[in-house]
């Protein structure tokens, strides 16, 4: 995977053009899920220092990596992995160390401090890393549409990349 597999207009829909909206909301995808559905929950997978994707950081640097579900009414449906590098330490390091089950949204939204870089689409197969940790969670078709971008804060940047999951239909209809 490289850099350049991520593209920064959105094509190739098709039939998915449904998504169009939730892919490019400039918002925040946790208050757009909690308008949708009865019940919004933060589901956290992992949390930890680990290897970032390919793509995520210079080769061989540790990063600190989140993953998490977004699920509506019980039903996961975004898949989000977050990775921050560990080579620089300030506000961000802490307070992603402290969130938990909380949303990151939620952080990255009401700080004024934060400053987001443009978004950027990608259609996952089954051979991405990130295709295989979102279709555990209930992914039955053979693509995923992902977006992602970098929020900054001082000097640090973390990394936030948000694969939607089928279920996410019920929400964008």
Not at 14 to 32: C, F, I, K, V, Y
Not at 91 to 114: D, I, N, V, Y
Request: aromatic share 8%; charged share 25%.
């Amino acid at each position: 995977m490289r850099r350049s597999d991520w593209q920064s207009r959105l094509s190739g829909l098709g039939g998915e053009h449904r998504l169009r909206s939730w892919l490019t909301e400039r918002d925040s995808l946790t208050a757009r899920c909690q308008r949708a559905s009865g019940e919004f929950r933060v589901r956290l997978l992992t949390y930890g220092k680990g290897r970032p994707l390919a793509d995520e950081t210079p080769a061989g640097r540790p990063a600190w990596v989140r993953e998490v579900l977004l699920e509506c009414d019980g039903v996961p449906v975004i898949f989000a992995h977050t990775s921050l590098s560990t080579a620089s330490n300030g506000r961000l390091t802490r307070w992603l160390a402290r969130l938990g089950s909380r949303s990151l949204g939620s952080l990255l939204f009401a700080h004024p401090g934060f400053k987001r870089g443009a978004i950027e689409f990608r259609r996952l197969d089954r051979r991405d890393p990130l295709f295989r940790r979102a279709a555990i969670w209930g992914a039955t078709t053979p693509c995923l549409w992902a977006r992602r971008s970098a929020h900054r804060l001082g000097g640090q940047e973390v990394l936030v990349t948000e694969v939607f999951l089928p279920a996410i239909d019920r929400l964008a209809a």
